[in-house]
């Protein structure tokens, strides 16, 4: 006789399920897909990034087709499936940003930082990503670094804020 294998939910933590959980409860039972996204923002801050397992975990536990959360997480930009450094920053390139310059907000953190977008840097501490829209059209160009907005960059203004991260 072989043995049953676990579900793929097993490989979530009973602290995550219980997170999950608390999502779940804000949507009717037969809507579990609508906590998707709090899912894989979830494991995400648990594991760094989303790999495919992890993703198959979220759709076993959701009980929807591991496609559909794989077309979330590769929709948004704020989903990470691949690991990222320890300060990743997600430059806003929408219009507003793009007319007051992230262009060039782009281009000298890919100078400064030697590294491209989609890039971290050799000592892991710097991840460069582009974010179609940040919903922060009056402080253009900015970019997000963690969960904090900077807005109004400047070449001048990047240095002291990437100074202070350690």
Excluded at 11 to 39: G, T
Excluded at 103 to 112: A, C, G, H, R, T
């Amino acid at each position: 006789m072989t043995a049953v294998k676990g579900r793929k939910a097993d490989l979530l933590s009973p602290e995550v399920r219980a997170r999950i959980d608390r999502w779940l409860a804000k949507y009717p039972a037969d809507q579990k897909q609508s906590a998707s996204m709090a899912a894989l923002r979830i494991v995400q801050e648990v594991h760094g990034s989303l790999s495919t397992e992890l993703m198959d975990a979220i759709a076993d536990y959701l009980e929807m087709e591991p496609i559909s959360v794989y077309e979330v997480a590769t929709f948004y930009t704020m989903y990470d499936l691949k690991p990222v450094g320890r300060h990743k920053i997600s430059v806003c390139t929408n219009v507003s940003c793009m007319l007051c310059g992230s262009s060039e907000i782009m281009k000298y953190l890919e100078e400064k930082l030697a590294i491209r977008r989609g890039q971290t840097t050799p000592d892991g501490k710097f991840t460069l990503k582009e974010a179609e829209c940040l919903a922060a059209c009056a402080g253009a160009p900015m970019f997000q670094i963690g969960k904090d907005y900077h807005e109004h960059l400047t070449p001048e203004k990047i240095d002291t804020i990437l100074a202070s991260l350690e």
